[in-house]
């Protein structure tokens, strides 16, 4: 709900009392008067913070499957000795974005470090893959000791999280979706589904360039019946592209929360996912960016001015909550201006611009980092003991 000359009372950083100025004033007294849109701070719930040194390097337009092996020899030439600054400077850019919590997924926990640093909140995704069983243990075996080898690690947990269905042995994968809720790539390119029910395809091949064993014909209709039975409400499918009727009526019966990457989308395979749809459907929703070797920025707002162009029938106000679903990465008091809590307050100054549509003037700013926001309060998460 937006609110014509409404104010926010603060306390430091906590909302003490959120209505229109004049009920606040004739409470808390004068206050300060700003020409902007008031908001909460934003929420990224996909991105991979550690690939940021990889921005621009890996070409798009030719499908998931050509991407992914153009990244691998991306990833494996770069200059380690940029990966850090890169995140540091990425880090900067989620800060100036308005985000409070991230779902970051890492393979190395090297975002870790830098995300606590600035004080973000939400969940790192500990991501492992194998395609063959034994490669499968040997990847969680090293990532539970990079885990229990960490530092008290401020308001961030860490979650361990299969990569995605055409990554990883059948039966891990489905000992990993029985476990806690994580995140998992899903249905991201039509070849996903060519490789559930072929065991070929693109993806076949792409395993057996890499070593991996062949698939299994047969192996389900589609990868999210292969996934959405075993997910509860906690988990996260990120990028859900490839998606017919059946599947969106098994997504929003699991109560997973889909978390849409556009732009990724856009770069990698020319296509996007079917909001109008999805929402239809009533499947919750959040929003990320995925990397920047993807993804032009890790701007939230960005990526739902995206969506507000490619989608033009969708209210601006259906797209903004995508945007506050902080309990989609476990900081649920992010994204709601509730009294009591810290959820962090931006302000998008107006700069003399006439808004009849507030939520519209959010999602309409120029690319690739959408509409410009200061923060007036930050987000102070609860901290986990470990
Ligand atoms: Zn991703």
Known sequence: MALRDGAVALDGDDVVAVGPVAELTARF???????????????????????????????????????????????????AAQAAPAMAQ?????????????????????SLAPLTAAG?????????????????????????????????????????SPHAVYSTDPA???????????????????AERA??????????????????????????????ALAAPHLTPGWLTVHLVDLDDADLAALA??????????????????SRPPLPRLLAAGVPLAIGTDSLASSPSLAPLAELAALHVAF????????????????????PTVGRLAPGTSPGLLAAPLDGARVSDPFRFLV???????????????????????
């Open 29 to 79: 007294g004068a206050a300060e008067r700003l020409d902007a849109v008031l908001l909460p701070a934003l929420v990224n719930a996909h991105l991979h913070l550690e690939l940021s040194h990889l921005a621009g390097a890996v070409p798009g337009g030719a499908g998931l499957p050509a991407w992914i092996e153009a990244f691998v020899e991306a990833r494996r030439a770069a200059n």
């Open 90 to 110: 990425a880090t900067s850019q989620l800060l100036a974005a308005g985000v409070a919590a991230v779902g970051d997924v890492s393979n190395t926990l090297d």
């Open 120 to 160: 973000l909140a939400g969940t790192v995704f500990h991501e492992v893959f194998g395609a063959a069983p034994e490669r499968l243990a040997a990847a969680r075996q090293a990532a539970r000791a990079r885990r229990d080898a960490l530092p008290a690690r401020g308001a961030l947990r860490v979650v361990e």
């Open 172 to 190: 891990g994968l489905l000992e990993l979706l029985s476990g806690p809720p994580a995140s998992l790539h899903l249905a991201e390119d039509p």
């Open 195 to 224: 490789f559930v029910i072929t065991g070929e395809g693109p993806f076949g091949a792409l395993r057996a360039r890499m070593g991996g064993p062949v698939g299994q014909a047969g192996w389900a209709r589609s990868p999210v």
């Open 253 to 270: 019966a699991c109560g997973a929360t889909a978390v849409l990457c556009p732009r990724s989308n856009l770069h990698v395979g020319g």
């Open 312 to 331: 033009p029938g969708v209210p601006a106000s259906a797209l903004l909550p995508l945007g506050w679903n902080g309990a989609a990465v476990g900081a």
């Open 364 to 386: 309409s700013g120029p690319a690739p980092l959408g509409r410009r926001v200061e923060w007036l309060a930050r987000h102070r998460p609860v901290v986990h003991a470990s």
